[in-house]
C-alpha cells in the first residue's frame, strides 16, 4: 500500500472532509493546503496527483491522534522519514484507543483472523526476535475492518459495537 492509499482510505472510513484533512495537519503543526490535500487523494493516473512522503503521512497520523485523544503538552513528537505498515497500524491503534481484543474483533468483521500472539508481534521493535512484519493484506484488513465499523451497510439488522471514542 502506498501512503497515498493509505491516506485515502483513512479519509473514507471516517468522512473526513478536505478541510478536517487540512486541520488534522494542522493540529501536527504541519501547513497542508487544501490543493495539497487534494492532490495527495488524486489516483495515480491523474495528472494533478502528487505523491505523499513518509514523512507528510507520519504529520497527518501524529494529528489524527491529537484529534482522537488530545494534544499532548509540550513539543510535538518529530514525524518520522519514512514510515511502514508496523508504524502506520501502531499510530492508528493510540489514535482509536485499541486493545488487542478491539483489534481483533474488528479484524473478524472482515473475516480476517490474527490471534493475539501475532498482533503482538506486529507492535514490537524492529530489534525484537518476535518482531513480525506488518504486511499490506494485514493493515488492509484492518482499515476495511474499521470502515465496516462505522459504515456499516444498511441493510445490515445488528447494530456495530463501536471501539471508538466520541470524537469520530
Not at 122 to 131: D, I, M, Q, T
Not at 134 to 157: A, M
Amino acid at each position: 500500500m502506498t501512503n497515498n492509499d493509505i491516506l485515502r482510505r483513512i479519509r473514507y472510513t471516517f468522512d473526513l472532509k478536505d478541510r478536517s484533512m487540512v486541520e488534522i495537519f494542522a493540529l501536527a503543526d504541519f501547513n497542508a493546503t487544501r490543493e495539497q490535500v487534494s492532490a495527495w487523494l488524486k489516483k495515480e493516473e491523474d495528472e494533478d496527483f502528487l505523491k505523499l512522503s513518509g514523512t507528510e503521512l507520519a504529520v497527518f497520523l501524529n494529528g489524527f491522534i491529537n484529534l482522537k485523544r488530545g494534544k499532548r503538552d509540550g513539543p510535538q513528537p518529530t514525524p518520522e522519514k519514512h514510515l511502514n505498515n508496523n508504524m502506520v497500524f501502531q499510530k492508528l491503534r493510540i489514535a482509536l484507543n485499541l486493545k488487542a481484543e478491539d483489534i481483533l474483533d474488528i479484524l473478524k468483521l472482515v473475516d480476517f483472523r490474527l490471534s493475539k500472539h501475532e498482533l503482538s508481534a506486529l507492535f514490537r521493535k524492529p530489534g525484537n526476535k518476535n518482531y513480525r512484519e506488518c504486511k499490506n493484506q494485514i493493515l488492509r484488513n484492518f482499515l476495511l475492518g474499521i470502515q465496516h465499523q462505522l459504515r456499516p451497510e444498511s441493510n445490515s439488522s445488528e447494530p456495530q459495537k463501536s471501539y471508538y471514542n466520541k470524537n469520530n
